[in-house]
């Protein structure tokens, strides 16, 4: 079997990672949980035979045995900065199998980088960061709001007891499986959109102009979450946004650069070949 890298993806940042990757004809299988995502990579697998797609979550206990079926020389985790389950897995099992493994992550938005024409002085003073949803499920952020999610469906559950207490919206990924499980949450067709990122600056301002949304509840995604976007929005509708901050992780190696992963890959290559 062609040793292999193993991306993690599902982001757009692994799309841009396969890419690079497949235009330097580097084997790698990137792993995704839906079949839709697989269109995401359809570029890369064009142009890199050695490419393939995985689709399914991979259980964290059997990681390490999936590495060695998989003939997996290096592991370069583009997950979501919300996935810390897929994280821990990945770095307990290249630990397990003496693989090198990095972690690639979109850079922190920072608040002098956002939009130049929004007033600056209000950039922080109607944006709330919490370490986690449990400190947005209260009264004063949730009661009388109309309150619009975009925190993924996984998250959508957690809202449900307080359906009669605010106006609730949330934006969902266009997939039976988030579908299902906003309705299931009381979420009512007429409070749901399902679009798939990323979200132009006027499109996401329609859609909260649209809804007379008072509240955002997002997480800090980065820029390629359109963090930058609902800042400026905010800042500039006077709505108040309410972000939870990023899980932390002790990755033992990781970058925002796509030249060092390309890199990563190439030395994983040079050492499995040493070791041959």
């Keep these: 079997m062609t040793p292999k890298v193993w991306l993690i993806g599902g982001t757009q940042e692994s799309v841009l990672l396969a890419n690079a990757l497949a235009g330097r004809m580097i084997p790698f299988v990137v792993t995704v949980t839906t079949a839709s995502a697989c269109a995401m990579y359809a570029s890369a697998l064009e142009h890199c035979s050695q490419a393939q797609v995985h689709v399914g979550p ?3 206990d059997g ?8 003939a997996i020389v290096g592991v370069v985790d583009a997950s979501h900065p919300f ?3 897929v994280s821990a897995g990945a770095i307990a099992a290249t630990i397990q199998a003496q693989l090198p493994y990095l972690r690639f992550e979109r850079a922190a938005v920072q608040p002098c ?3 130049e024409a929004a007033r600056p002085e209000r950039h922080t003073s109607n944006i709330t960061l919490v370490p986690n949803l449990a400190a947005l499920l209260k009264p004063e952020h949730l009661v009388g709001q109309r309150v619009l999610l975009v925190l993924g469906y996984r998250m959508l559950p957690n809202f449900q007891p307080w359906q009669d207490q605010s106006t609730l919206f949330a934006r969902i990924l266009p997939s039976q499986t988030a579908l299902d499980a906003a309705l299931a949450a009381g979420f009512t067709s007429d409070r749901l959109i399902a679009l798939r990122p990323p979200i132009s600056p006027e499109l996401e301002r329609s859609l909260w102009q649209q809804w ?3 509240k955002v509840i997002a997480k800090c995604s980065g820029k390629a979450g359109g963090e930058n976007i609902k800042r400026a929005i905010a800042a500039e509708l006077g709505v108040q ?3 939870i901050q990023r ?3 002790d990755y033992p190696a990781q970058t925002s650069e796509v030249a060092e992963a390309i890199a990563f890959a190439q030395q994983a290559f040079a050492q499995s070949n040493c070791s041959a």
């Design 58 to 60: 991979i259980a964290s």
């Design 63 to 70: 990681m390490a045995s999936w590495l060695s079926s998989q």
């Design 83 to 85: 996935a810390t389950a």
């Design 113 to 115: 980088a956002l939009d």
């Design 212 to 214: 007379g949304i008072t």
């Design 241 to 243: 946004l309410c972000l």
């Design 247 to 249: 899980p932390a992780v």
